[in-house]
């Protein structure tokens, strides 16, 4: 297929080419953009490579490199499905934070449940020096990294690990009982506990779930739970779950939400107005994560600030890196935040 005039091919450089236009070998080239001091080429040399490679436009191949057993000098990312903006914002936050360290990112997102990673199962080898991985540290990650498992440098994002294990995580348990202590404080008797069923949610000694039962039990509450018709934890399973609980009557219906993230609280908080309830006068609704569409809404969300930090885990992720593989583990706990907005009383 021609391209239109005017208009130029751009084919990737590669090292042979570099190669020619400097008039070295391969080698020599090599020697150079990697650094290798060893090989003593001659100052004049690197120069013109140098010189040739930016007029060429030449970048080194990710993939050459790690087949080699060189760095790469990028950094993954598994992460869940980004239909919630929560993950959206700590993809940001980790990449920006990773190039700072003058590494770049790749992201790897499931289309799965999240923490599966079930299509990345034959991946057994991937074109990074480390990875960041989103996981309750459940799954069996031999199945998407191979032997690279056992060696591979990992940290883990989002949920404190096991002490043989490198994290940075969420004050999930703090910030719930936080959150769940505030609603009895606010003299709500009846409080529905709103959460993903199966792996979405996580197995019911997840943090937030583990709070929920054991403020209620203490405070003499009783227990209630508001299924959601999607295992993804997103807008409209809240806003459908939302709309269900506007069809109750009052005597059955919760007096306030206590909500696994902001996505399905902020649904809840438009399907029950859709229903012609008000919120917080009719029920009252707690999120969890503190997303800027939250307190975008008419009335602000009421919620539990994860602020994206994910510095704590870049930095251990480097020092692995920087050849500190017999240092004891690395756990690092970020701190919640109960913000309080019009949706309690």
Request: proline share 7%; glycine share 12%.
């Amino acid at each position: 297929m021609s391209l239109p005039e005017g208009q130029v091919r751009r084919l990737r450089v590669s090292l042979v080419d570099l190669a020619a236009r400097a008039g070295v070998s391969p080698g020599t080239v090599s020697h150079v953009l990697n650094g290798n001091a060893a090989a003593r080429i001659a100052p004049a040399t690197q120069e013109r490579i140098r010189r040739a490679a930016e007029e060429m436009g030449y970048r080194p191949n990710i993939f050459a490199r790690s087949l080699l057993g060189k760095q790469t000098k990028t950094l993954g990312l598994m992460i869940v499905g980004l239909e919630n903006p929560f993950f959206v914002g700590i993809a940001k936050a980790v990449e920006r934070a990773v190039r700072e360290t003058g590494y770049q990112m790749t992201l790897y997102s499931t289309l799965t449940e999240p923490g599966g990673y079930l299509e990345f199962q034959n991946s057994s080898s991937w074109p990074v020096d480390g990875m960041f991985i989103w996981s309750r540290n459940e799954i069996d990650l031999t199945r998407c990294l191979g032997a690279q498992a056992q060696t591979f440098p990992i940290v883990y994002l989002g949920y404190e690990g096991s002490s043989a294990l490198d994290y940075a995580a969420f004050d999930l348990y703090g910030g719930a009982r936080t959150a769940m202590e505030y609603l009895v404080a606010r003299g709500y008797r009846k409080i529905a506990c709103v959460r993903p069923e199966g792996a979405a949610g996580g197995p019911p000694t997840e943090s937030r779930a583990r709070v929920y039962v054991e403020v209620c039990n203490e405070a003499g509450l009783p227990l209630q739970y508001v299924p959601l018709k999607s295992r993804v934890s997103g807008l409209l399973a809240g806003f459908r779950a939302g709309l269900v609980l506007g069809e109750l009557p009052a005597s059955e219906r919760p007096e306030a939400m206590f909500c696994y993230n902001d996505a399905i609280a902020t649904g809840i908080c438009q399907g029950v107005r859709r229903a012609g309830l008000r919120v917080p006068e009719d029920i009252g609704v707690t999120g969890f994560d503190g997303i800027e569409i939250g307190q975008c809404l008419d009335v602000p969300l009421t919620t539990v600030l994860s602020p994206p930090q994910p510095l704590a885990a870049v930095g251990i992720l480097c020092r692995r890196l920087s050849g500190d593989h017999e240092a004891p583990p690395e756990g690092f706990v970020i701190p919640t935040t109960l913000i309080i907005g019009k949706t309690t009383r």
